[in-house]
Structures are given as C-alpha cells and as structure tokens.
C-alpha cells in the first residue's frame, strides 16, 4: 500500500533520527490566512519530532517569540512540556533575536456553575483561579530567568488569548505543547493546541511530552 505524505515523511524522521520537520504553509487567497494541510495535522498529531509550521513571508521587524505555556496544571507531563518549550525559547532568542514571552490562558467561571450554587461567588472564584494562574507563572518564570514584564497571563481560552498576544507582540513565532492525541477521543474531546494553531498567523513550532510514542512508531508496529 502507497504511503501518504505525511506517513512517508514520519518514516524519514525514524529511518533519519531527525531532530526537526519542517514544512511550508500557504496563504488562503481570499482570506489572506494561513491554510493547514491534512498532512499538516496527521504531523502535529503524530510525528515524534517537533514540528515547524513556516509561512512563506519574511519576519517582521522587531519581531516576538511566544511559548505558549499551561502553568496552572500539576500535571507532571504538563510540567516537563513547560520546562521544555521554555528551553526552546531561550535557544531560538539566542540565536535569532527578538524578545521572548511567556503566555498562559486561564478559564473563566462556568456559568452552569453559579447557576446550579446560587451562593457561589464568581468573583471570588476568579480571583483564586486568577492568583493560581499568577503564582505558578512567577514560579516558571523566576526557574528559567524571566522578568514579569514578559509574561502574559490573561483569562480566556487558549485559542483566543494566545493568537492575540502573538498579534499585539508582533510574534513571528508561537511555540506551543501538543498532547498527540489521535483517534475517537481527538475529534470528541478536541486538541486545545489545534484550535490555537487555526487561529495563529505566524510560524508556529509545536513540541510532544517527554516520552511520546507515535502511532507510527516502527517500533510499535505489529
């Protein structure tokens, strides 16, 4: 059986022990926004390496580096994911320049919530979630050297805070953490970093967890 392109390239990253793919995006001609690929997503979902998504325009001038970060998780994966797409970002500034920051998006209340509770408090509720959010983002931030001037934490989903920041920050580049989920529970629960890539219009680097087994995985293969 015919491999598709993106088996084939998922193939080269094992038979090569790559580091990187990179791949050319395209501009829809009418919406003048980024077009990804079916192959585009199977390699975000799938391939073992990271995974650069570039568009076909130069970078702007004192432009940003984003990482878009997930600090209010005590989820160990979660936690190593941050560690590594924070490297990432100190490496990439170093040697090509701009300014690097840190942005996390925080949820906001459920309105089932208050709904259901009549003597919950809302406010109350986003103050805490809000001072979470704060605290862990100054704890990654003091780990890794950053000032707070380059964090941004704001509350809303992912999809709508981080293509925002990376617009008001004049971001040539998002580096985002994808989960590789793949299969029924992909398409039902949904891939927060997939939503926020459909919404960047910068390149974006998109890094797996330590420990990721691709479904590709030659190793794997029965």
Request: charged residues 20%; aromatic residues 6%; glycine residues 6%.
């Amino acid at each position: 059986m015919a491999q598709s392109p993106y088996e084939a390239i998922i193939a080269e990253v094992y038979a090569g022990e790559h580091d990187i793919v990179i791949k050319g995006t395209r501009k829809h001609d009418v919406l003048e926004s980024v077009i990804f690929t079916p192959t585009d997503w199977h390699l975000l979902r799938k391939c073992p390496a990271p995974v650069l998504l570039v568009k076909n325009t130069q970078w702007p001038e004192n432009a940003s580096i984003l990482a878009s970060v997930h600090v209010g998780s005590e989820n160990e994966t979660h936690i190593d994911l941050n560690d590594r797409m924070v490297d990432q970002l100190k490496s990439l500034t170093d040697r090509l320049g701009g300014q690097p920051y840190l942005v996390n998006a925080y949820p906001v209340t459920p309105a089932n919530i208050t709904i259901e509770l009549p003597e919950f408090d809302p406010s109350t509720y986003t103050d805490a979630v809000r001072g979470h959010h704060l605290t862990a983002m100054k704890a990654l931030r003091q780990k890794h050297g950053f000032d707070e001037e380059f964090t941004v934490v704001e509350q809303g989903l992912p999809e709508d805070v981080i293509p925002d920041a990376a617009k008001k920050l004049n971001s040539a580049l998002v580096i985002l953490g994808t989960t590789g989920r793949t299969g029924f529970s992909a398409v039902f629960i949904g891939n927060t970093a997939e939503h926020v890539i459909d919404k960047i219009d910068c390149d974006v680097l998109a890094l797996k967890p330590a420990g990721y087994v691709s479904p590709l995985d030659p190793a794997t293969a029965i």
